[in-house]
Every structure is written in structure tokens, then in C-alpha cells.
């Protein structure tokens, strides 16, 4: 099996190697060289993830892989006038594969993924005490609730990507549980109409399509899973 890799160097000062077949694997990096080095073990841990998860697992035979970088690219920012600026607003990657339509079988793992990420992160939350959830520490921007509430959030941001929110933002729940609820509905909602969709939208000065918005919702959501584990610990 090849595992085809897009580079993003940049992002927040560090360098994201993602897995452009398989939406929730990534890997961090200082640099570009750090992060594929660690995608062999990304990919190990990503597989073990789906194993737990799917009834049929289609990365069953994961003996043998390549790793394999085909694109890269260099994160920048811009100003409100969408002119290169170094204090302005961070450019996300957008890479050719991007551009691709989702294919049936690529939504419906998709569908899965988001499924499987949400419970994991709920199920990892409803053990937490308030106190617990609303704990502030001195070196995170967000307590644990205010994580919840960014991922949910954000879920909504991906959406509105490319003009499927359906919802304006300041009708989201402001209860955090509902809101999280909420977008997670309209996310399962909305994937089944995506499978041969050819949408490339400009939002801000940056490119989206369905392809790169999964792509990024996955990884989002698991992410800040890891986030609260830490925080946990």
C-alpha cells in the first residue's frame, strides 16, 4: 500500500504531514523532514484506530506501506485586503488532490470516521466532573468545555465552507453539549450530498472543497481528542 503525503509547512509554526487518502491521519513535525518521519507511526496508530472501530476494516493489510510525498505546501498569511501580510491570517494548505470529487465509498468511510471521532471525544468528556470541564490552566487558551465548544463550533466554520452550514452562527446552541449535537446532525446531514459534488469555493482568501473539508474536520475533532487526553493525564 502506498500512503500518498501532503505537506503543509507552517501551520501555527509547525509542519502537518496529512495522509491525503486517509481523512484523521496525520502527522506533527518542527519541520517538514520531523513530520514525515513520523507519519510510519501515525499511520500504524491511525490503523489500529479504524480496527477498533469498523466492523469491516479496510486497513486489515497494513503490512507493508510506502510513504510517499507528492505535494507541498508553504503556509502564509494575509491582511484584510488578501495581500501577503506577516501578522495577518494564516492560509491553510490547499493541495491538487483537493480538487478531486468524493467518490461514494470515500463519503461513506468518511460518515464513519466523523461518527467515531464524535462519540470518542463525547465518551472522553461525560467522565469529567463541571469543575473538571470548566478548569482553567494558566498555559491553555481554553478550558476543557471551551475545547468542546471550539470543536463543535468549527464544525459549523468547515460547513459554512463551502455554503452548507444551513445555520447562521448565531443560532447555534449556546449550551455546549447541544451545540456539539447540533452540528454533529447536520454533518451527517450534509455528507451524503457531497459524493460527486465539484464545489471549489473562495472563503477569505482561501481555497475549500469537500475533499479538503473532511479532511480537516477529521483531523480537527481528533486533535482536540488528544488535546483533553493530555489534559487528563
Given at each position: 500500500?502506498?500512503?500518498?503525503?501532503?505537506?503543509?509547512?507552517?501551520?501555527?509554526?509547525?509542519?502537518?504531514?496529512?495522509?491525503?487518502?486517509?481523512?484523521g491521519?496525520f502527522?506533527?513535525?518542527?519541520?517538514?523532514?520531523?513530520?514525515?518521519?513520523?507519519?510510519?507511526?501515525?499511520?500504524?496508530?491511525?490503523?489500529?484506530?479504524?480496527?477498533?472501530?469498523?466492523?469491516?476494516?479496510?486497513?486489515?493489510?497494513?503490512?507493508d506501506f510506502?510513504?510517499?510525498?507528492?505535494?507541498?505546501?508553504?503556509?502564509?498569511?494575509?491582511?484584510?485586503?488578501?495581500?501577503?501580510?506577516?501578522?495577518?491570517?494564516e492560509?491553510a494548505?490547499?493541495?491538487?488532490?483537493?480538487?478531486k470529487?468524493?467518490t461514494?465509498?470515500?463519503?461513506d468511510?468518511a460518515?464513519?470516521?466523523?461518527?467515531w471521532s464524535?462519540?470518542?471525544?463525547?465518551e472522553?468528556?461525560?467522565?469529567?466532573?463541571?469543575?473538571?470541564?470548566d478548569?482553567?490552566?494558566?498555559?491553555?487558551?481554553?478550558?476543557?468545555r471551551?475545547?468542546?465548544?471550539?470543536?463543535?463550533t468549527?464544525?459549523?466554520w468547515?460547513m459554512?465552507?463551502?455554503?452548507?452550514?444551513?445555520?447562521?452562527?448565531?443560532?447555534?446552541?449556546?449550551?455546549?453539549?447541544?451545540?456539539?449535537?447540533?452540528t454533529?446532525?447536520r454533518?451527517?446531514?450534509?455528507l451524503?450530498?457531497l459524493?460527486?459534488?465539484?464545489?471549489?469555493?473562495?472563503?477569505?482568501?482561501?481555497?475549500?472543497?469537500?475533499r479538503?473539508?473532511?479532511?480537516?474536520?477529521?483531523?480537527?475533532e481528533?486533535?482536540?481528542?488528544?488535546?483533553?487526553?493530555k489534559?487528563?493525564?
Amino acid at each position: 500500500m502506498q500512503i500518498r503525503i501532503g505537506l503543509e509547512n507552517g501551520n501555527e509554526g509547525r509542519s502537518i504531514a496529512w495522509a491525503l487518502d486517509h481523512p484523521g491521519c496525520f502527522a506533527y513535525g518542527q519541520d517538514g523532514a520531523e513530520a514525515l518521519l513520523s507519519v510510519p507511526r501515525a499511520v500504524l496508530a491511525y490503523a489500529d484506530w479504524v480496527a477498533g472501530h469498523a466492523a469491516e476494516n479496510w486497513l486489515a493489510d497494513l503490512s507493508d506501506f510506502d510513504v510517499r510525498l507528492v505535494e507541498t505546501f508553504e503556509v502564509y498569511a494575509i491582511d484584510d485586503h488578501y495581500d501577503t501580510a506577516p501578522e495577518g491570517t494564516e492560509v491553510a494548505a490547499w493541495f491538487r488532490n483537493d480538487w478531486k470529487p468524493l467518490t461514494r465509498l470515500e463519503v461513506d468511510r468518511a460518515l464513519q470516521l466523523i461518527n467515531w471521532s464524535h462519540a470518542d471525544l463525547l465518551e472522553l468528556v461525560s467522565t469529567l466532573s463541571d469543575e473538571e470541564l470548566d478548569e482553567k490552566r494558566p498555559e491553555e487558551r481554553w478550558s476543557r468545555r471551551g475545547i468542546l465548544a471550539h470543536v463543535a463550533t468549527a464544525k459549523w466554520w468547515l460547513m459554512d465552507r463551502i455554503d452548507l452550514a444551513e445555520i447562521q452562527r448565531a443560532d447555534l446552541p449556546k449550551d455546549v453539549f447541544e451545540r456539539y449535537a447540533l452540528t454533529q446532525k447536520r454533518l451527517q446531514e450534509m455528507l451524503p450530498g457531497l459524493v460527486g459534488l465539484e464545489r471549489v469555493v473562495g472563503k477569505n482568501g482561501e481555497i475549500w472543497s469537500p475533499r479538503k473539508v473532511i479532511r480537516r474536520l477529521v483531523w480537527h475533532e481528533r486533535d482536540h481528542y488528544f488535546h483533553i487526553l493530555k489534559l487528563s493525564i
